[in-house]
Structures are given as structure tokens and as C-alpha cells.
């Protein structure tokens, strides 16, 4: 009777979507509770609740490791019947819009931590001193200082990152509370050269040709008008400056349209080449900057110069000084 009870209970359990999902992801690999967050899209607080019925059903197991916790499916010997109709489920639903979704996340935190050089519990992986931080430093050595500006800056990461080679680094983004977030960031590690502005991409509060470079990092999907955006864009530069952009690769991921707000679903390499050319670039460039296999998402890298000598008629939208 009580192995009947037994049963009932864990089939309760495994009545629940979110634990399935859950489950679905760590037959992949083993997660932390931050990572897995960031693969279903929940609260950390209801992932951490889930783990913990998942755990005392012996399904999950916990395992700590340099002051985190990682999780990862139980032995199949525990409730060794079980796993043949959840391998059945998760194949059954693999064409499901939702759990290709979470794949797709699942996919980004793997390269993420392939990228970070993180050790995940494989020896041959660490290498002390290797920092993907460090070497975006050191290149930095090799740059004159220069009048920057971070289009579309969100909390600020990349903008300090840049202030700390630039001469002087002007940082946009159209919602204050994410404006508010990078100036107490910058704050607490005294930068001090950053200049943190409201604005649209697409009507930058910013002077004609006043600045060196200017950057968009992973932006130019969220705007419906990236023609706009880099038109703009190439209004700021000096003749002579230089855009650098990261962008996503033409993907089939729709979900980032309701849960990241994309408006763009990336671009296609001769798309985004030809947008550069459009606004009046020359000398563009287009790569891949990262890419995994099985995930869908792969980076751009462009780059493009405005002429020293500009021919091309155009109206100021320049604030009044």
C-alpha cells in the first residue's frame, strides 16, 4: 500500500510543467540554480522550490562545488521505471515552441560557460589567469584615447568596460531606471569619465560629428527602424569614425520577441551590410563573433567608417548646445 502511495505522489509531482522542464534540462547537464533561472525564465525563488520536491523525491541530486550548488538527475537506478516514460515524454515534445525555447537558452548558458573559461568540474578546462576580461584590456593598450558612445547602453556593463580606454564614453539608453542602474554601477567601481544621457536610438541626444567611435551592442534588434538607428549613428561620428556592432544572426527563436522585447528576429550577414551601407559607411565588415553548435543563436560582428570627406546631403538633428 505504501509503495501505491509512493507512486501516486510522484506521479503528482511530475503532473507539474515546470518540474518537467526542469527535468527535460538536466538530462542535458547539471545546472545551477541561477543558470536554470535563466533557461526556464522563472523566479529564482520557484526554481529553488521546485528543486527542492524534485530532491526529496530522489530525482535530483545536489552537489556543491568552489561555493556553489549544482544539480543534476539522480542515478537511473532511483525509480528505475520512471525514466523510460520521461525519455519518452521529452522526445515526444521536442517539437513543442515552448521546450524549443528552452533549449535555445540552454544552448546559450553552455556557450556562455564555454566562453567564461569556467571549469564546470572538468580539470582540462581551467587554466589560472585565462580571462576573457583581461585580454579585452590588454588589446585596449593598442587604442589611442577616443570619444566613444554606447548606443543603447543598458545597465552599463560594456560602457564601463570601454571607460576604462576611452578618453570619454557618452552612454544612451531610453529608460532611466536602466540609466540609474549604470550610474551607481560606475559609481561604485569610480569611473568617472562616463556621461549617461535619455534618449531613442533613433533620435540620439547627441551633436553632429562629435565622437570617434560608437558602439551598439545587441540594440539594433530591438528597434523597428534600424535604417534610423544607424543613420544617426553615423550623424555622431567625427568623418573618419568608426561604428563597431554586435548583433544576432537571423534566427527562428520568436519567443525573444515577448520575453526580451526584439523587434528583430537578427539579421541576415548581407542585410546587415547592406543597412551599413545604406547610412553612408564604407570599408564594412561582417563576421561571426561566436558561435556553438545546436545553438541557435550566433553573433555578428560589424564594423564600418564614415568617409573623411562626407558628400552626402543630409538634414541636422542635432540638440540645440
Known amino acids: 500500500m505504501d ?20 527535468l527535460r534540462a538536466l538530462a542535458r547537464d547539471r545546472f545551477n540554480v541561477t543558470e536554470l533561472t535563466g533557461i526556464l525564465g522563472l523566479a529564482q525563488s520557484g526554481v529553488s522550490r521546485h528543486l527542492g520536491l524534485l530532491k526529496d523525491a530522489g530525482l535530483v541530486i545536489e552537489e556543491r562545488e568552489a561555493g556553489y ?13 520512471l525514466w523510460p516514460l520521461l525519455d519518452a515524454q521529452f522526445a ?81 539608453d531610453r529608460s532611466e531606471a536602466v540609466l540609474d542602474r549604470g550610474r551607481d554601477l560606475a559609481r561604485r567601481r569610480r569611473v568617472t569619465n562616463i556621461t549617461w544621457k535619455k534618449g531613442e536610438l533613433t533620435k540620439l541626444p547627441l551633436v553632429d560629428a562629435d565622437l570617434d567611435v560608437a558602439l551598439l551592442s545587441q540594440a539594433l534588434h530591438h528597434t523597428a527602424h534600424p535604417e534610423r538607428v ?9 568623418p573618419g569614425g568608426r ?22 528576429l537578427g539579421f541576415r550577414d548581407a542585410e546587415l551590410e547592406g543597412l551599413l551601407r545604406d547610412a553612408g559607411f564604407q570599408q564594412v565588415r561582417v563576421n561571426v563573433g561566436a558561435r556553438k553548435t545546436g545553438d541557435p543563436f550566433t553573433v555578428l560582428i560589424a564594423s564600418g567608417t564614415k568617409p573623411a570627406q562626407d558628400s552626402r546631403p543630409r538634414a541636422s538633428t542635432s540638440p540645440k548646445p
Request: charged letters at 30%.
Open 3 to 22: 509503495v501505491i502511495f509512493q507512486s501516486a505522489d510522484l506521479f503528482r509531482l511530475l503532473g507539474d510543467a515546470t518540474r518537467l522542464r526542469l
Open 69 to 81: 550548488a549544482f544539480y543534476r538527475l539522480a542515478q537511473r537506478t532511483e525509480h528505475a521505471d
Open 92 to 172: 515526444a515534445s521536442a517539437r513543442d515552441r515552448a521546450v524549443r525555447a528552452d533549449e535555445a537558452r540552454l544552448e546559450e548558458v553552455l556557450r556562455l560557460r564555454h566562453e567564461n573559461f569556467e571549469a564546470h568540474g572538468e580539470a582540462r578546462q581551467l587554466v589560472p589567469g585565462r580571462s576573457w576580461a583581461a585580454w579585452a584590456r590588454a588589446l585596449a593598450h593598442l587604442l589611442p584615447p577616443l570619444e566613444v558612445a554606447d548606443l543603447g547602453c543598458g545597465e552599463g556593463y560594456l560602457t564601463i568596460e570601454t571607460a576604462r580606454w576611452a578618453k570619454s564614453v557618452v552612454a544612451v
Open 230 to 238: 544607424l543613420a544617426e549613428t553615423y550623424r555622431i561620428l567625427r
Open 243 to 264: 561604428v563597431l556592432l554586435l548583433d544576432l544572426r537571423a534566427h527562428d527563436q520568436a519567443w525573444v520577441r515577448e520575453r526580451l522585447g526584439d523587434e528583430r
